[in-house]
C-alpha cells in the first residue's frame, strides 16, 4: 500500500523555524516529482512548494519565497520542507503529494498529483 506519512509540524513562536519531513512507503518516490501544499482554517489548500524528479528544479508560492526550502533525499525516499522565519498566517495543515506523471515539471496544480498524505498540523503563534 503506498503511504505518504508527514511529520515534524508543532506549535512554534512567529519568526521560528521547523522541519517537515514526508516519508513515502509502498512503493520508490526517487523520481517523481512531490510537492507540499496547506490549508488554512476556513480556506482552500493552496500550494507551497514542488521539486522535481531529478531534484533540479523548485518552484515556490509567493508567499514562502526566501523563507521555505524544498529538498528530498532519494536514498530514504523522503521529502522535507524547511520553513523558517515563520508568520502566523502560515498556521495551516501541511500536506505532502506526489506527482506520478510528470515527473520534472514541479507543478503547483492540486489536480496533478496522484498520492497525497494525511497532513501534519503547523501552528505558529505571535
Known amino acids: 500500500q503506498v503511504q505518504l506519512v508527514e511529520s515534524g509540524g508543532g506549535l512554534v513562536q512567529a519568526g521560528g523555524s521547523l522541519r517537515l519531513s514526508c516519508a513515502a512507503s509502498g512503493r520508490t518516490f526517487s523520481r517523481d516529482a512531490m510537492g507540499w501544499f496547506r490549508q488554512a482554517p476556513g480556506k482552500e489548500r493552496e500550494f507551497v512548494a514542488a521539486i522535481s524528479g531529478s531534484g533540479i528544479k523548485t518552484r515556490y508560492a509567493d508567499s514562502v519565497k526566501g523563507r521555505f526550502t524544498i529538498s528530498r533525499d532519494s536514498a530514504k525516499n523522503t521529502l522535507y520542507l524547511q520553513m523558517s522565519s515563520l508568520k502566523p498566517e502560515d498556521t495551516a495543515v501541511y500536506y505532502c503529494?506526489?506527482?506520478?506523471?510528470?515527473?520534472?515539471?514541479?507543478?503547483?496544480?492540486?489536480?496533478?498529483?496522484?498520492?497525497w498524505g494525511q497532513g501534519t498540523q503547523v501552528t505558529v503563534s505571535s
Open positions: 503529494a506526489a506527482d506520478l506523471t510528470r515527473s520534472e515539471s514541479a507543478t503547483p496544480y492540486q489536480d496533478e498529483y496522484d498520492y
